[in-house]
Nanobody
Framework: QVQLVESGGGLVQVGGSLRLSCAAS????????MGWYRQAPGKERELVAV??????ANYADSVKGRFTISRDKDKNVTLQMNNLKAEDTAVYYC???????????????WGQGTLVTVSS
């Protein structure tokens, strides 16, 4: 089993910053991509940022220049969020593609989510 646990959500004012962290645990052989998604009330879940095992990062257009994703080799991924806007309010979910054992298999794993509220 592999688990992802997020932390760092909370309430912040427009223009403020928050840092989200996600820690993976369990029988991990290798973590491929790691990323963050978000879901606002009444909307579908959307990709925020993703980073590959080679540290290549991609961002949603709406967060480019404001958010930065980073990771270590296999266990941790962070999302630094600056200049937050009201429309960034959502539940943020950590996601990872993980090779796990035994038996060796590829898993798509989600965290439980952490709420980010940006108030104006």
């Amino acid at each position: 089993q592999v688990q992802l646990v997020e932390s760092g959500g909370g309430l912040v004012q427009v223009g403020g910053s928050l840092r989200l962290s996600c820690a993976a645990s369990g029988s991990i052989v290798r973590t491929q991509r790691m990323g963050w998604y978000r879901q606002a009330p009444g909307k579908e879940r959307e990709l925020v940022a993703v980073v590959t095992s080679g540290s290549d990062a991609n961002y949603a257009d709406s967060v480019k220049g404001r958010f930065t994703i980073s990771r270590d080799k296999d266990k941790n991924v962070t999302l630094q969020m600056n200049n937050l806007k009201a429309e960034d309010t959502a539940v943020y979910y950590c996601n990872a593609g993980v090779w796990s054992m035994w038996p060796l298999r590829y898993l798509e794993v989600w965290g439980q989510g952490t709420l980010v509220t940006v108030s104006s």
